[in-house]
């Protein structure tokens, strides 16, 4: 029953991680909307080079 | 509220999940203190977020299984290690949508999976991925895959530096957002405490542990299979433990080998000059343990847990719950109590699987005469004139002898597996407090 009790910790902590990254990538995103005119094959090449 | 904080389980609870949440979420907390980079999209965003988050999980992982005291002071070993398993399947699976997200959002990307072309950062998170899936599968699989469990450990341990090592090469290389100060400073420290704790774990541990050498007094065969070691600290005054505790056993090999075993120590607190371990023949170690000579070299590491009555001085008196071997830790708790002259009421319901193979029977029957004790012994296969309980520990059983006032005592269970969960259950359904169940687990992987 700990375990059942751990398991829905564990849950909740992933819910908190996945909704915070994907609030981290809103905001992230949302503020850089205004200067946000690169070109698709741009930002292809940019991301490759990033990664 | 310092009280509070220091007694009350689920506030504790909380101040340490608070810790936990804040440590991993702070490589992207202290990126929103920089101007956000212009348009990358949002699922790359979330992608980075989410592999920054599987990571910082990952590293925490060292932390969670370094055996440190105040972290497990809180909730035991068991209670531990079953969060790390638990978080880390989440992380496995963080760092997997990782790149899924970048492959789906921008297919180019997939080019980064040619090993042989692939920038090194791109290698790196690779071999650091395929890392972390071995680690997963060997933990959750072991006893299928018929792993045994030292070589598993080693391995087990060279998978998890490879994955979090190599993920921090990746996530350097990528630069991106750690060529940000705070950033990578953060992420500097964070490889740093790993390190640590794979330095305290591996060298200082073990070199604390020679300097505290315990010699072999006598192994003296009890009832049931099983065979108590007597240890005699050697030109130190011995370990001070809590009744209940149990400490990582060396014998005959250095401490820098790395393989020991968890053996609750079943000796008085009182009684520091000698520790006593009762150790059942189950395996290649344990069933080694009758052939120990007197003088043989031994080392522990402990104590550890919190499965002791110390900790409920204001109980009005403990039930305790033995299977087979989980008697040791209990018995530690009883020879204390008898030691202290303890007046509070002490109810064994002790299964075995005949009379013959009751670990201890003569010792708990000399306890009685010193303590209040009861003893409910229940038999597998009980002879025929047997007038006491059989068969197994459940609802009914336990009905009959645990006190009407449920939460006036503490109840302590130590026994396999399936008798531990069964009996939960059963206290649980019977009324008495959640926070009033105490467990030991002796299956840890
Ligand atoms: C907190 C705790 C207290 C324990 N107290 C006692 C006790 O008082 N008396 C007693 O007889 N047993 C006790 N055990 C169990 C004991 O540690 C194992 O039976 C022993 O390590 C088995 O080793 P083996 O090589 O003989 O058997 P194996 O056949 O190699 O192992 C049997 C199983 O024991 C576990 N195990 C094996 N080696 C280790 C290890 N190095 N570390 C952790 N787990 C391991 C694994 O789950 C394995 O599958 C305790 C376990 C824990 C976790």
Redesign the interface.
């Known amino acids: 029953m700990r375990y059942s009790i751990m398991l829905q910790l564990v849950t909740t902590i992933s819910v908190i991680f996945v909704a915070g990254a994907a609030l981290f990538a809103w905001i992230q995103n949302r503020q850089i909307e205004p200067i946000q005119e690169m070109g698709i094959n741009h930002e292809f090449d940019r991301n490759l080079l990033i990664y | 509220m310092r009280n509070l904080l220091m007694q009350n389980p689920i506030a504790i609870a909380t101040a340490w999940?608070g810790v936990?949440?804040l440590i991993?979420?702070s490589p992207?907390l202290i990126?929103?203190l920089y101007?956000?980079?212009?348009?990358?999209?949002?699922?790359?965003?979330?992608s980075v977020?989410?592999g920054f988050?599987g990571l910082a999980?990952m590293v925490l992982q060292f932390a969670l299984t370094a055996r440190i005291r105040t972290i497990e002071a809180a909730y035991g070993i068991d209670?531990i290690l079953?969060?790390h398993r638990?978080?880390s399947i989440?992380a496995f699976l963080?760092i997997l949508v990782h790149p899924v997200i970048?492959f789906v959002n921008?297919p180019?990307?997939l080019?980064?999976l040619n090993f042989f072309e692939a920038?090194w950062?791109?290698r790196a998170a690779v071999v650091a991925t395929l890392a972390l899936t071995l680690l997963i599968v060997t933990a959750i699989w072991r006893e299928k895959l018929h792993i045994p469990y030292e070589p598993w450990r080693i391995w087990h341990g060279i998978f998890a530096v490879t994955a979090v090592g190599l993920g921090l090469v990746h996530a350097f290389g990528?630069g991106?957002y750690l060529s940000l100060f705070w950033k990578s400073v953060l992420w500097a420290l964070f490889g740093l405490v790993a390190l640590w704790l794979l330095v305290f774990v591996r060298l200082v541990k073990p070199w604390q542990m020679t300097q505290h050498p315990y010699l072999v007094e006598e192994v003296v065969p009890e009832r049931g299979n099983v065979w108590t070691l007597v240890l005699r600290p050697r030109g130190h005054e011995g370990l001070t433990f809590q009744s209940g505790q149990f400490a990582w056993l060396t014998l005959r090999i250095s401490p820098f080998r790395m393989r020991e075993h968890p053996f609750s120590i079943a000796s008085s607190t009182e009684k520091l000059d000698c520790l006593e371990f009762g150790i059942k023949s189950v395996g290649d170690f344990t069933s080694r343990i009758k052939d120990v000579e007197p003088g043989t070299v031994a080392y522990l590491d402990g104590p550890y847990g919190v499965f002791t009555i110390d900790r409920y001085w204001d109980s009005a008196g403990f039930v305790m719950i033995a299977g087979g071997i989980g008697i040791t830790p209990i018995m530690s708790m009883v020879r204390t109590a008898a030691d202290r002259k303890d007046d509070r009421p002490f109810l064994l319901i002790y299964a075995s699987r005949s009379w013959e193979d009751i670990t201890y029977r003569e010792d708990l029957e000399v306890l009685k005469d010193k303590l209040d004790l009861t003893i409910v012994h229940v038999l597998r296969k009980a002879p025929d004139d047997w007038q006491g309980e059989t068969g197994y520990v459940d609802q009914d059983l336990l009905e009959r002898y645990i006190p009407i006032h449920r939460g006036s005592r503490h109840y302590f269970i130590c026994a396999v597996p399936k008798m531990m969960d069964q009996v939960?259950?059963a206290l649980?359904d019977l009324n008495v407090p959640?926070d009033h169940v105490h467990?030991e687990h002796y299956n840890l992987v």
Not at chain 2, 35 to 46: D, I, K, V, Y
Request: charged share 15%; proline share 6%.
């Open positions: 999940i936990y949440l991993i979420l992207l990126l929103l101007p956000a980079s212009p348009g990358r999209g949002f699922w790359l965003e979330f977020a989410l988050i999980m209670i079953q969060f638990y978080t989440v963080l970048l921008d180019e990307t080019q980064l920038p950062r791109a990528v991106n939960e259950r649980h959640v467990m």
